[in-house]
């Protein structure tokens, strides 16, 4: 089946600089790539749509200056969390359309110290 | 955003037991999807139910979707001790774009006990 492949799965990293996580469609081509965050013992909320080739689209409350995400190819998703704080952290997943459905990428553990 | 509620948020149950999970939505939905999550870890996607289906089957999982009610239920049989996980239901929403998002509920945090 439809593969996303999510890196890195953990990542720590000091306060105040960046990070960013990268979500490749490994066998099929995805336009539409989805943003998630989950905190501790919550539901995943949506953060972003990020759409080939064009701006992302950005949830209410979601700070679009501070997730900055690129969709530069057909297979390469990337979100960048800038000037990173504890409040940051949390698991990032991402998801896309395949012909199958969606397919959610393994997730991106986020500590922030 | 989140799509609804979902009912209990907490359940714990003997082994064996059946346990039954509610999800309600607020929009109109091409799919309803049932996802388990372990502890820290990433979905696993366990059943899709369409839009124009009322009850579907797979192993030990039953879910019905009741689209009069926006409303679905996932009931796990006899169920295990590795059943043990939070379970979210998820909706692609229709939201006039041309793509549908897919919005989680909140989640019941299942906890089976040996």
């Known amino acids: 089946g439809a593969v996303v492949s999510q890196h890195p799965s953990r990542v720590i990293c000091k306060s105040g600089t960046s990070v960013k996580i990268e979500c490749r469609s490994l066998?099929?081509?995805?336009?539409?790539m989805f943003w998630y965050r989950q905190f501790p013992k919550q539901s995943l909320m949506l953060m972003a749509t990020?759409?080939?080739?064009?701006?992302?689209?950005?949830e209410q409350g979601v700070e679009k200056d501070k997730f900055l995400i690129n969709h530069a190819s057909l297979t390469l998703s990337t979100l960048t969390v800038t000037s990173a704080h504890p409040e940051d952290s949390s698991f990032y997943i991402c998801?896309?359309?395949?012909?199958?459905?969606?397919?959610f990428g393994s997730g991106t553990r986020l500590t922030v110290v | 955003s989140q799509q609804g509620e979902e009912d209990p948020q907490a359940l714990s149950i003997q082994e064996g037991e059946n346990a039954t999970m509610n999800c309600s939505y607020k929009?109109?939905?091409?799919?309803l999807q049932w996802y388990r999550q372990n502890s820290g870890r990433g979905l696993v996607h366990l059943i899709l139910?369409?839009?124009?289906?009322r009850e579907k089957h797979s192993g030990r999982l039953r879910v019905t979707l009741d689209t009069s009610k926006k409303s679905s239920s996932l009931l796990i049989t006899a169920s295990r001790a590795a059943d043990t996980a939070s379970y979210f239901c998820?909706?692609?929403?229709?939201?006039?774009?041309?793509?549908?998002?897919?919005?989680f509920g909140p989640g019941t945090s299942l906890s089976v006990i040996p």
């Open positions: 066998d099929f081509q995805a336009t539409t």
């Open positions: 139910i369409r839009s124009n289906e």
């Open positions: 929009t109109s939905i091409n799919n």
């Open positions: 990020s759409n080939e080739g064009s701006k992302a689209t950005y």
């Open positions: 998820a909706t692609d929403a229709h939201d006039g774009t041309s793509y549908d998002k897919v919005i």
């Open positions: 998801s896309a359309v395949a012909i199958g459905g969606y397919t």
